[in-house]
């Protein structure tokens, strides 16, 4: 590990001078390593051998009146940009974190909390198509942890005002692009220990998500995702189970009406099918495609 001394941290607490006057603090550099060797049966993968060169840069200090403040920037591999956050922890309320790039706040905490050995299975080149639920963090975004709650229980809030905003410099705004229609989100996620369940081991995960979304070509209503995990961990043993449930809906119920239909010969199924569709969509059903059919004397042709 190797010490930058005198910098970050006071530059950072400089910025918050109409709050306390900044102490002095320390900026550390730290990194790992990993290697890994990755194959696929009946693929080519090219060169097989990788490298981590991932950096973390951090420091803390304490202000005046007995704030704290933490810095962390991150690099990825390669020198790649990955996050920077700042926790401000005031003794009475509890953690205020301000984040942007690819933050881990919100329910992205808990994307996948099952247990791993160094990594997930799927991290290992084999990740494409894995959808974890990821929430408001794609954009940046300030998450509040109380300290009040009862120990054992780890509440969180996390807020963006616009998920789909690009990663911004001081004193600048990201854009998120003409074609991109998140907006406002939020993100809730509870943790429960055993020092709460009173059963060694075990640890509870819930969280939510939702996303204002603008109704353009291809979307229509918000993106909502939710998470539920067990986690239980005895000795040298850990046994984990999670269920996502990510509702992105991208559908254009108006422009796609002419793809869903039903029929039946009871025309009060019909009527509960289009009250169901509404309910679901927020739009009316079209008569022609919701309609009885008496299968007896009339004939239907189904084209699979």
């Known amino acids: 590990m190797n010490k930058i001394t005198k910098l970050g941290v006071s530059a950072l607490c400089?910025?918050?001078?109409?709050?306390?006057?900044?102490?002095?603090?320390e900026l550390t550099v730290t990194g790992g390593v990993d290697m890994s060797w990755v194959s696929k049966d009946d693929a080519t993968t090219g060169n097989p051998i990788g490298m981590g060169s991932n950096l973390t840069f951090s420091g803390?200090?304490?202000?005046?009146?007995?704030?704290?403040?933490?810095?962390?920037?991150?690099?990825d591999n390669q020198n790649t940009y990955s996050n920077t956050n700042v926790v401000v922890t005031v003794p009475s309320l509890?953690?205020?974190?301000i984040d942007q790039g690819t933050s881990g706040t919100g329910i992205s905490r808990i994307d996948d909390v099952t247990p791993t050995v160094w990594e997930e299975?799927?991290?290992m080149g084999i990740g494409s198509g894995i959808n974890n639920v990821d929430g408001s963090s794609d954009g940046s975004t300030i998450e509040y942890t109380p300290n009040m709650l009862p120990e054992g229980l780890t509440g969180r809030f996390a807020y963006t005002p616009q998920a789909g905003g690009g990663n911004a410099n001081d004193k600048a705004?990201?854009?998120n692009?003409?074609?991109?229609?998140?907006?406002?989100?939020?993100?809730?996620?509870?943790?429960?220990?055993?020092a709460i369940l009173g059963m060694p081991g075990l640890t509870l995960y819930a969280g939510m998500s939702n996303i204002e979304q603008a109704s353009i070509t291809g979307y229509a209503g918000d993106a909502e995702e939710s998470t539920l995990a067990v986690v239980y961990a005895a000795g040298g043993f850990t046994l984990g189970y999670m269920d996502y449930l990510i509702n992105n809906f991208n559908i254009n119920w108006e422009e796609n009406?002419?793809?869903?239909?039903?029929?039946?010969?009871?025309?009060d199924v019909v009527k509960y099918a289009m009250l169901e569709y509404y309910c679901l969509t927020?739009?009316?059903?079209?008569?022609?495609?919701?309609n009885d059919f008496n299968s007896f004397s009339e004939r239907l042709i189904i084209f699979l």
Do not use: C
């Not at 803390?60 to 690099?75: I, Q, R």
């Not at 009406?257 to 025309?267: A, E, T």
């Open 14 to 25: 400089g910025s918050l001078a109409a709050i306390s006057s900044a102490n002095a603090g």
């Open 60 to 75: 803390s200090g304490e202000l005046d009146n007995g704030w704290n403040v933490a810095l962390s920037v991150a690099l």
């Open 94 to 97: 509890g953690d205020i974190r």
């Open 121 to 123: 299975a799927y991290a």
């Open 173 to 175: 705004t990201g854009d």
């Open 177 to 194: 692009g003409a074609a991109n229609p998140k907006g406002t989100g939020y993100d809730i996620t509870l943790v429960a220990t055993d």
């Open 257 to 267: 009406q002419d793809k869903i239909s039903h029929y039946d010969m009871n025309i």
């Open 282 to 290: 927020g739009e009316f059903a079209n008569k022609e495609f919701f």
